[in-house]
């Protein structure tokens, strides 16, 4: 017998997102932080929050404002991302912004950059629930008009980026071969991470504008071959204080109708 290929995209789930739990709204803007740091610094540095569990995480919600803006995280891994994604959807989120790390592949991108991402090659088992995988290699794009504004929130905010980048998601991080970050290379990503290709095709699929800001911990692509970890260099720790700083900002723009 021979594995299916599936044709169900335009049918319903048995299972809804949030299962029978009712949808208390999070509002009509939502920030996805994948790394526990980070949601640690937004915590910390930008004002009062209500939390509560969200899934195997945390949902931040404004004191002020319960009806604005959420902040939702840490996540590993497409499967678990968009199982919140589709939590946040349900539960009245419009738009999304996505902050999270991501891995250089080739010499220029070095930790401490930042990286705006147009497209996300697939590379994980989630995203062929919600698109069809047929391009070589598959890929999916965030929603073009919000990148546009996220890469300009980061130039207003004095700061370079890699924009319109091509990325690389992967589900095995311990599996980055130096034959798989060359083939990626090669087909224009410049960046690896674990959830953005699944992200974009939820996002997508529900009709949800999504885009992402990464900030690069580590280099893969260095020319002597060996890995760089950066998550304690002081550059990528500053980088990461600007990135939180840029997505809050916009998330809030976008919550008050920007």
């Known amino acids: 017998m021979s594995y299916p290929t599936w044709s169900d995209l335009n049918s319903s789930s048995i299972v809804p997102p949030l299962g029978q739990r009712k949808a208390k709204s999070v509002g009509p803007a939502a920030l996805m932080v994948s790394a526990d ?12 929050w209500q939390s509560r569990a969200f899934l195997n ?28 994604l589709e939590s946040l959807i349900a539960k009245g989120a419009r738009t999304v912004i996505v902050l999270g790390w991501c891995g250089g592949l080739s010499p220029d991108v070095l930790p401490g950059d930042l990286v705006v991402v147009k497209k996300a090659l697939v590379d994980e088992g989630t995203s062929r629930h919600y698109m069809d995988l047929s391009g070589e290699p598959p890929g999916v794009n965030g929603d073009a008009r919000l990148t546009q504004t996220l890469a300009a929130a980061v130039e207003t905010a004095g700061l370079d980026a890699h924009s319109q980048a091509t990325i690389w998601t992967t589900d095995a991080i ?12 090669d087909q224009g990503a410049c960046a690896v991470e674990m959830e953005c290709s699944a992200l974009f095709a939820a996002a997508n ?40 700083g840029i997505a809050m900002a916009l998330t809030g723009k976008l919550a008050n109708g920007f």
């Not at 699929?205 to 760089?228: E, H, Q, T, Y």
């Open 37 to 48: 740091p980070d949601m640690g610094l937004i915590r910390q540095g930008f004002g009062k």
């Open 174 to 185: 311990y599996r980055e071969t130096p034959e798989k970050v060359s083939w990626y290379r």
């Open 205 to 244: 699929f529900r009709k949800i504008p999504i885009a992402a800001l990464l900030v690069v911990s580590d280099s893969l692509g260095r020319s002597d071959g060996n890995w760089d970890p950066g998550f304690n260099k002081k550059r990528f720790k500053t980088m990461r204080k600007q990135a939180c």
């Open 57 to 84: 995480s945390s949902l931040l919600i404004k004191e002020e404002a319960p009806l604005g803006m959420s902040v939702t995280g840490p996540y590993i891994g497409a499967p678990y991302g968009v199982m919140l």
